[in-house]
């Protein structure tokens, strides 16, 4: 059975996938054999359009469109209000066979969250499951990417806490767009001092900084 990471972040926008992108990179590099997975993604008309897409050609991938990701909604909403809008409401089952065939395929799978951790997947009269159900479903640890700037403190400290909270590792912590300075300094600081979980790497999403694999790989 294959390795596997889920990449969450403090909220949309904070570069998600960029990280997993550059996750996926790095561990080809290093000699794994790697494979990308989303559960549910909205917003998109297609897979090459979407976060998948952009993850399977940054990456350079050749793993098919139709393993990337389980269900894909057109409205740009959290997958939720999608489904009940367009129908095809995520089945916790797929998701799991979905995974778990990329898994026995795979020697490492990277795992895209959708927006925060406190995103609703599926909310009906039948099931009710959140993105945390899916990460504690699958089994898996995670790495919270964060943004380097003003109000990161609160999020990521929050964000940490939260999956701490549901009994879900967390093994660390990425902090995006990060451009130096005593206010990411301290940042850096006080996340790492206020959760007990480090820092795993500094990265900038406009220089192609690629992400250092080797604090995290071997906790998985």
């Not at 904070?14 to 990179?25: D, F, L, M, S």
């Not at 050609?57 to 909604?73: C, F, H, M, N, W």
């Not at 996340?191 to 071997?218: C, N, P, Q």
Request: aromatic share 6%; with cysteine.
């Amino acid at each position: 059975m294959s390795k596997g990471i889920f990449v969450t972040g403090t909220g949309t926008d904070v570069g998600k996938t960029y990280v997993a992108a550059e996750i996926v990179k790095a561990l080809k590099e290093n000699g794994y054999s790697v494979g990308y997975y989303k559960a549910a993604l909205s917003g998109a008309d297609s897979i090459e359009e979407s976060d998948a897409g952009y993850v399977k050609r940054t990456a350079k991938l050749e793993q098919p469109d139709g393993t990337l990701v389980s269900y894909i909604y057109k409205t740009a909403v959290s997958p939720h209000l999608a489904a009940r809008l367009e129908g095809n409401p995520v089945d916790m089952d797929k998701v799991k066979d979905d995974y778990m065939r990329l898994a026995a395929e795979y020697d490492f799978v990277v795992v895209e969250g959708s927006g925060g951790i406190v995103c609703p997947i599926r909310w009906d009269d039948e099931k009710r499951i959140l993105l945390e159900d899916v990460i504690a479903e699958l089994g898996l640890d995670t790495v919270v990417v964060a943004d380097s700037g003003l109000g990161t403190i609160n999020a990521a400290v929050l964000t940490v806490e939260y999956l701490k909270n549901r009994g879900i590792e967390v093994i660390g912590v990425i902090m995006n767009r990060n451009r130096g300075g005593v206010m990411e300094e301290d940042n850096e600081r006080m996340i790492e001092e206020l959760t007990g979980v480090s820092v795993l790497d500094k990265i900038r999403i406009d220089t192609s900084s690629a992400v250092d694999i080797s604090k995290f790989v071997d906790a998985v």
